[in-house]
């Protein structure tokens, strides 16, 4: 089991950058597929990218694509994501997720263990 803690997240003015970080517990962080994902106010969650256990692939959403970028440090156990030229509409709570096997396009991507989120808030 891995335990899951985001940080990173705050307010900024549409146009800024954010990074975003989630620390893992465990010896076998590497072994897991990582995500992110991300719940506005009154819509259903949704992916927002997602890195291999190597961190050789990454998977975006269409809404990110370009402006997001997922990466790990296996050595620090920890998972980040990094968001640029942020839009209003990029405002939601954002959880980081962990899974044994990375399912691409299924819902949640076959993450088994989530954290608790961080707030991220976009003014325009």
């Known amino acids: 089991q891995v335990q899951l803690v985001e940080s990173g997240g705050g307010l900024v003015q549409a146009g800024d950058s954010l990074r975003l970080s989630c620390a893992a517990s465990g010896r076998t962080f590497s072994s897991y597929a990582m995500g992110w994902f991300r719940q506005a106010p009154r819509k259903e969650r949704e992916f927002v990218a997602a890195i291999s256990w190597s961190g050789a692939s990454t998977y975006y959403a269409d809404s990110v694509k370009g402006r997001f970028t997922i990466s790990r440090d296996n050595a620090k156990n920890t998972v980040y994501l990094q968001m640029n030229s942020l839009k209003p509409e990029d405002a939601a709570v954002y959880y980081c997720?962990?899974?044994?096997?990375?399912?691409?396009?299924?819902?949640?991507?076959?993450?088994?263990?989530w954290g608790k989120g961080t707030l991220v808030t976009v003014s325009s």
């Open positions: 997720a962990a899974g044994h096997i990375l399912r691409v396009g299924v819902k949640d991507y076959g993450m088994d263990y």
